[in-house]
């Protein structure tokens, strides 16, 4: 079955230390995204990435990296600059003309 | 004021309840509006879009005011698995430019 996958699905952070959240799809969506949601806060947005080999600056990609090397893959890297990174990372993507978001099932990141 | 705002609630209905939720956005050149579902700590699944004719799927109606920049959800008999977050998400029309609501919680009783 076609989809996005996101993993783990809870990661420990300890203090200056880099975390890498992977996200895969296999629909052939060109566009990919990565969200951070808060509690009781709507999404927000970190990475976007339309093409291979091409991202775009979020409203939050401060102390956050990506990479976008193949297609199917998008994986978000939470450096040490990032303060407060405990949230709910959610991973998306859409064909390049469409509008509707697949998400994956997110990955809890906590400080420890 | 905030792209895209909601009523945070929480809204808690009884099973069988009629609720609407609104959601207002302040940038006129918004071009899709959406209707997304969140059960806690799930991903977002997208339950409508919303059209300017207003659409219904079954025991939901959306509606778009573009003239008061707001769009509205109607849930009529409510489920006690209606139980959720509901996300208003505005589109600008560029890959980058979907906004997200913080959210409506809904609680229907039984």
């Known amino acids: 079955d076609g989809g996005i996958t996101q993993s783990p699905k809870y990661l420990f952070r300890k203090e200056g230390q880099n975390v890498t959240l992977s996200c895969e799809q296999n629909?052939?969506?060109?566009?990919m995204y990565w969200y951070r949601q808060d509690p009781g806060q709507g999404l927000r947005l970190i990475y976007y990435?339309?093409?291979?080999?091409?991202?775009q600056k979020g409203d939050i990609a401060e102390g956050y990296s990506v990479s976008r090397e193949k297609k199917e893959s998008f994986p978000l890297t939470v450096t040490s600059a990032q303060k407060n990174p405990t949230a709910f990372y959610l991973c998306a993507s859409k064909r390049g003309t469409g509008e509707k978001l697949f998400f994956g099932s997110g990955t809890q990141l906590s400080v420890l | 004021r905030k792209e895209v705002e909601q009523d945070p609630g929480p809204f808690n209905v009884p099973e069988g309840a009629t609720v609407a939720f609104n959601c207002t956005y302040s940038n006129s050149a918004s071009q899709s509006f959406f209707w997304y579902r969140q059960d806690c700590r799930k991903e977002p699944k997208l339950l409508m879009s919303?059209?300017?004719s207003g659409n219904e799927d079954g025991r939901f109606t959306a509606q778009l005011n573009r003239a008061s920049q707001y769009i509205s959800l109607l849930i009529r008999d409510s489920k006690l698995s209606d139980s959720a977050t509901y996300l208003c998400?505005?589109?600008?029309?560029?890959?980058?430019?979907?906004?997200f609501g913080s959210g409506t919680q809904l609680t229907v009783l039984p």
């Open positions: 919303v059209y300017s």
């Open positions: 629909l052939n969506h060109d566009a």
């Open positions: 998400v505005v589109n600008k029309g560029s890959a980058r430019q979907l906004t």
């Open positions: 990435s339309q093409i291979v080999n091409d991202f």
